[in-house]
RNA sequence: GGCGGGAUGGCAGAGUGGUUUAUGCGACGGCCUGCAAAGCCGUUCACGCCGGUUCAAUUCCGACUCCCGCCUCCA
């Protein structure tokens, strides 16, 4: 299969040819475990997750490292305010998060390092960049020298003076450059902290995703993924510590990264506070509908976020059940290979909608009996491997818990279906009215009559 | 100011130098149905503005207008 995928290095799309074929690796930034997760953690988790299902159909063994940053100053500020410990505020959040991805089915990664787990190789690699006179000591940091990095702000294709006069980042006392940046801070007697060869401190947040991605990975990667938002400065900062450190040139061969969010077409962002959290959306609306319109838009462009996308998405969603209803005695082969279509849509930079667009007119050609054996099972496994239909049609119809008490539903479609039998058709349709007002929708066909949730 | 991304039919959203102008949702008409629902068939078919290149541009090039993001913690 041949990969195509968009490089914010070269702001070009390039083929995909990973360093070595027998083990692909792929980092991609995770949150940050201060609160509910919000929906823009949400995309680039499900986009993500898209190239991960691709990626390990195309090459025996895909290395997938999403880290859980779990100390930081919002953290801190957590913990102070609920009086726990940071450490609980983080377990609770992550758990919460992890959650919030399997209702999305969303993959877990092959790794998903916690900062707090890897202080000691971000010491390590801190102590390596001072000997190599990458970063310098001040004032109880440690702070990475950006000139001391001549490709800086090859990202971001940003040079010095880029900055306008308004917002210019202020050089503290002890920073020397205003580019430079944080590799490890002291942290007060109350605060949580590692001691260090710098004293009593803790982390900068730059530092933990080259550290995390050497550990897990190794010290040069294939994909490294996240937010647009984070290309400057957390990408460049993170190529900067990892090529000083390890003395190669690429840290990372291909940078991904997805759009933004956007609410009444404003950013949606923690410091603009409009944020939507994943468990909010998912408490009115199915995993799936949520994770499809997340996919509902080329991930690198704005996803512009509303009820009634969420609504189109799950009509859109119950169509392509009906045809897997219609095929469901088949089972999905887990070797049947998708359609040529959808893998050539999601090998060409991930291009879900054109995949949805494959998936819906295999579905329609279902439907009119055109498809074949091969066919439908290319549907099933062309869903599978977008992360759709994983449930049974049955379930995904009737909504909520498969434990649910049903049998005054099926008694009352018993009931109709005597009165129907004897021709009384007011009282059949008065039962299917008393039904729709529940929220009910009844379907009669020749194996009888079938229900579903409305909405 | 610097860097980057956009402007497609009622809405969402791919894509393409020209032959059948995705796909979804919605609307309308028909078939089916006791009536519905679902499904099927059909209708509704667009590429911001102005120039240029071309036999041919929504697609390439240039200018313009407007929108958005990053440059500060953020996915």
């Known amino acids: 299969m041949r990969i195509t995928l968009h490089n914010t290095l070269s702001n070009s799309r390039e083929e995909f040819a990973p360093a070595n074929p027998e083990r692909v690796t792929m980092y991609v930034c995770g949150p940050t475990v201060h609160g509910p997760s919000h929906l823009g953690n949400a995309r680039p988790a499900a986009v993500f997750d898209v190239l991960f299902r691709l990626l390990s ?37 992550r758990g919460e998060y992890e959650r919030d991805m399997r209702r999305l089915f969303v993959l877990p990664p092959t790794f998903a390092p916690a900062a707090t787990e890897c202080i000691g190789a971000m010491i390590k690699m801190i102590s390596l960049l001072i000997k190599k006179e ?38 503290g006392e002890y920073k020397r450059d205003p580019a430079d940046f944080v590799l490890w801070k002291p942290s007060p007697p109350e605060a949580p902290g590692w ?88 408490a009115k609306h199915p995993g799936e509908a949520v994770r499809y319109a997340l996919l509902a838009t080329h991930y690198r462009h704005p996803l512009n976020w509303s009820e009634s996308l969420l609504s189109e998405a799950k009509r859109a969603l119950d169509s392509l059940y009906r045809a897997a209803a219609a095929v469901t005695p088949l089972s999905a082969k887990e070797d049947a290979p998708p359609s040529d279509a959808l893998a050539d849509a999601l090998a060409d930079d991930i291009n879900t909608p054109a995949a949805f667009a494959a998936l819906h007119s295999a579905a329609g050609d279902i439907q009119r009996g055109k498809a074949g054996e091969e066919e439908k099972r290319a549907f099933l496994s062309g869903a599978n491997l977008m992360g759709f239909l994983s449930q049974n049609p049955d379930e995904w119809f009737k909504g909520g818990d498969a434990a649910a ?30 039904l729709a007002a529940r929220g009910i929708v009844l379907e009669d066909s020749p194996e009888g009559t079938k229900w579903r949730s409305a909405s």
């Not at 940078?255 to 077409?265: E, V």
């Not at 539903?409 to 021709?423: G, K, P």
Request: glycine share 8%.
């Open 134 to 171: 990458n970063a310098y000591e001040s004032g109880g940091n440690v702070l990475f020298s950006a000139a001391s990095f001549p490709a800086y702000g090859a990202l971001s294709n940003r040079r010095d003076g880029d900055a306008p006069a308004v917002a210019r980042v202020e050089a």
């Open 405 to 434: 008490d049903n049998s005054e539903i099926e008694e009352l479609i018993e009931r109709r279906r005597r009165a129907r039998e004897n021709r009384d058709f007011s009282a059949a349709d008065d039962i299917r009215k008393q």
């Open 57 to 93: 159909r195309a090459y025996p063994n895909v290395a997938y490292a999403r880290n859980i940053t779990d100390i930081d100053d919002k953290i801190i500020a957590a913990a102070e305010k609920s009086g726990e410990e940071t450490a609980a505020v983080a377990a609770r959040w």
């Open 195 to 282: 001691e260090s060869p710098w004293g009593r401190g803790r982390p900068g947040w730059h530092i933990e995703c080259s550290a995390m991605a050497a550990q897990c990975l190794g010290e040069t990667i294939d994909i490294h993924g996240g937010g647009q938002d984070l290309i400057f400065p957390h990408h460049e900062n993170e190529i900067a510590q990892s090529c000083c450190a390890s003395g190669k040139a690429v840290f990372a061969k291909y940078w991904m990264h997805n759009g933004h969010l956007a609410l009444a077409g404003e950013k949606m962002s923690k410091s603009l506070g409009n944020t939507l959290t994943i468990s909010g959306a998912l």
